[in-house]
């Protein structure tokens, strides 16, 4: 045995330096040496490079053994350490050999050196193996404690001889309980036992197996884990242990099953998103066709949803939406879909239809489910949806097409206004074009100075002197003519433009008001028309004020006209705008009173001036018996309430004696006048005095 071997010497006699050296290249080796007698010394030599081994004198001038092992272990470096001397008593030698001296050999005697370094050498090589394997085992069982991964070490039998913490936390078995188990004890029973059979069959051929697996908590729950599972062999190739190590799934199953769920519900309402909607109505579509039945989808949109959101905030909105969609779940039939698109926008499939008597019938029971107010920010709200609906198969057998033929409908219903339903027929893609070609128009309309205001005189019964006037919007279109505001006001709504052409409106009336009296009439007090978007708006009353301001117009001179429908929308708001406006000293007037439905109570509670009894009331004066005693008693309610009567659409001399009769206060109509121009009523003044 022998090799290269690094010395290093602590010695301060060079000659017995050489003798040792020279006592080991006999041994056979090949030397790098280096001779040191004081501390500074021999500890640069350790930080300098490796050393095999150390022999060291015991007396030095300057130096000393132990001085030199208490050095070295200063530096915990373990490299054998041999004492070599001249006679130092026994007492020291077993002295220095429990200090950590590995051997101590006289120098008289050196030929017992190359065996005792053989020796050492070894031994230090032992140390060094068990060192590391003690290393390699702390490391092992750090990792397998510190594992966010169950781990379970079973013998060759499959009994559970280990577990490390996260399986204790993630099967809730305690170390003892699950020690001397097999792994059995976690299964679910989920699994056929055919599936155990091809795990096993994987371990045994490969040594290895790997999936997802359902097992049981101590709990009871099952939950779903990956899995993986080793075998482990001894140095005979045998089987020795099998180690199964897990990650809990749970989390990011639940995570996943989330975002399936936000992909396919809307979040605020939970019910199906446009794309379940689709998925599910494919399904009741190859129904239909295998049946010979028909589905409808209709698309409902809540009219003057968008002001609800405006005025009584987003939050109340959402809540007024979770309600509409509980109330449409509970009035359809199960097989049918409800879905909710985004915003106000929700579609139902009608699903195994017979008959169109069928969808009429339920059709009529969603409507029926908005008869009741909502509750919402502490208030009644009355919502009405307007609904559009196409047939599948007659109408189109393509899903896109039925939802676009859907929304025209809607469209056509929203024309109509109030709570109402069209179906589709193909004319209505013309009647879309129109109406799309109408916005675009009605968008340049203001820039263009297109709008004009039209007046109709307003006359006291009794005296006959002219009280008042109505302004009525018209629209000069280009290349069409004049528009009535039949046609466009609820595009002006529904585009939200009404707010800018409003605006306008009370400009002009108010500017107008000053044509006449500069003219020499009277102060004449003019009526203005506010359609719900508006009067929902927030900026309405900033807005009135602000421009009466900048006209130097007295709001006593200002009537505001809301319909009775507008104002029974939501009865709380209604009070408070209304309160606002005449605070303010506008008059206030109800609107086509008697189209409506009103409560009585909150008509007390409103300030109004003025109530206008609607035409269809005054037409068929005096000769309907129904019409006179409706209008009768509007009249005797109104003077209870000390609101003024003014009787509209008044066209013949027959209807004025009617009113006049029956104690009516002022008429409107065409009998004194259609609605004119600026200057036309400005004649039309100077003729009637
Ligand atoms: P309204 O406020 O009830 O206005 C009265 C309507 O009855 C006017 O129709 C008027 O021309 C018509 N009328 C007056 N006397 C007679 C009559 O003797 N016989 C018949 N058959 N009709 C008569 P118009 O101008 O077509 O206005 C229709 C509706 O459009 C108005 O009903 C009002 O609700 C709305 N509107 C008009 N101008 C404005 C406006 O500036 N803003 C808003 N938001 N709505 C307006
Ligand atoms: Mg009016
Ligand atoms: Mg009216």
């Known amino acids: 045995m022998s090799g290269s071997l690094r ?190 059979k091809f795990m096993w069959a994987s371990i045994t051929e490969r040594g290895f197996w790997q999936g997802e697996v359902w097992n049981r908590r101590k709990s009871g729950e099952v939950f779903p884990e990956w899995l993986t599972i080793s075998a482990v062999c001894n140095a005979a190739g045998e089987v020795s242990n099998y180690i199964g190590g897990f990650t809990d799934l749970s989390r990011q199953k639940e995570a996943e099953n989330r975002i399936q769920h936000l992909m396919y519900y809307d979040a605020l309402t939970d019910l199906p998103n446009k794309a379940l909607f689709h998925d599910r109505f494919r399904q009741s579509m190859l129904r239909a066709r295998r049946d010979a039945r028909q589905v409808a989808v209709l698309h409902l949109d809540l009219d003057r949803f968008t002001n609800i959101n405006d005025t009584l905030g987003h939050r109340t909105g959402d809540q007024m939406l979770q309600q509409v969609a509980r109330r449409l779940v509970s009035c359809v039939r199960p097989r049918d879909i409800v879905a909710r698109f ?60 039925l939802v676009k033929f859907a ?61 008042g006037v109505e302004a009525l919007l018209r629209w000069q279109r280009a290349d069409v003519g004049m528009v009535m505001p039949e046609q466009f006001i609820s595009i002006l709504e529904e585009t939200r433009l009404i707010v800018p052409v409003g605006e306008w409106v009370l400009r002009q009336a108010c500017a107008d008001q000053q044509t006449w009296a500069a003219a ?82 909150y008509l007390k509670r409103f300030p109004l001036d003025v109530l206008k009894i609607d035409r269809s009331f005054v037409a068929d004066l005096p000769g309907d018996d129904d019409d006179a005693a409706i209008v009768d008693t509007i009249i005797a309610m109104a003077h209870r309430l000390k609101l003024n009567v003014i009787a509209e659409g008044v066209e013949a001399e027959a209807q004025v004696s009617f009113l006049r009769e029956h104690g009516c206060d002022n008429m409107q109509g065409y009998h004194l006048g259609r609605p004119m121009s600026c200057e036309d009523f400005l004649v039309w003044l100077s003729k009637y005095h």
């Not at 009355?382 to 599948?392: A, E, Y």
């Not at 807005?543 to 939501?570: F, Q, V």
Request: charged fraction near 30%.
């Open 7 to 196: 010395v290093l010497l602590v010695e301060d006699s060079e000659d017995d330096a050489a003798l040792t050296l020279r006592q080991l290249k006999k041994g056979g080796y090949e030397l790098s040496s280096q001779r040191v007698d004081t501390p500074g010394d021999m500890r640069a030599a350790l930080e300098a490079r490796d050393w095999d081994i150390i022999l060291c004198d015991y007396n030095m001038p300057e130096f000393s053994g132990s001085a030199a092992l208490s050095l070295l272990h200063a530096v915990e470096r373990d490299i054998p350490f041999i004492v070599i001397s001249g006679a130092i008593g026994e007492e020291t030698a077993v002295e220095m050999m429990r200090s950590g001296a590995h051997d101590y050999i006289m120098k008289d005697n050196l030929a017992r050196l190359v065996a005792a370094i053989e020796r050492e050498l070894r031994e230090a090589k032992v140390r060094r193996a068990r060192c590391r394997a003690e290393a390699d085992l702390r490391l092992a069982a750090r990792v397998f404690e510190s594992s966010v991964e169950g781990v379970m070490i079973t013998d060759s039998k499959a009994k559970i001889l280990r577990v490390n913490q996260a399986f204790i936390d993630i099967t809730g078995y305690s170390e003892e309980e699950a020690v001397g188990q097999r792994p059995a004890i976690l299964q679910s029973g989920r699994h056929s036992k055919d599936f155990y």
């Open 342 to 401: 985004g915003g106000d926008e929700f579609h139902v499939a009608l699903t195994d239809l017979r008959c169109g008597s069928e969808v009429d019938m339920q059709v009529q029971n969603l409507i029926a489910a908005f008869s009741e107010p909502f509750r919402a920010a502490e208030r009644e709200i009355f919502i009405v949806p307007s609904v559009g609906g196409v047939m599948f198969p007659d109408d189109s057998g393509d899903f896109d097409e």
């Open 407 to 467: 929304d025209i409908a809607l469209h056509a219903a929203k024309r109509q206004g109030g709570t109402s339903y069209e179906f589709y027929n193909a004319s209505m893609n013309d009647d879309a074009v129109d109406w799309l070609s109408t916005e675009s128009a009605l968008r340049r309309a203001l820039q263009r100075e297109e709008f004009r205001l039209h007046y109709q005189p307003q006359v006291a019964l009794d005296t006959g002197k002219v009280i």
């Open 520 to 601: 020499g009439f009277e102060p004449l007090p003019v009526s203005v028309n506010l359609s719900a978007r508006q009067f929902r708006d927030k900026g309405l009353v900033d807005m009135i004020s602000s421009t009466l301001e900048k006209g130097g117009t007295n709001p006593r001179l200002i009537e505001l006209e809301i319909t009775e429908s507008c104002a029974m929308e939501d009865p709380e708001f209604t009070m408070q705008t209304l309160r606002r406006c005449h605070e303010m000293g506008f008059r206030i007037a109800i609107d086509d009173f008697g189209t409506g439905y009103s409560s009585l109570s």
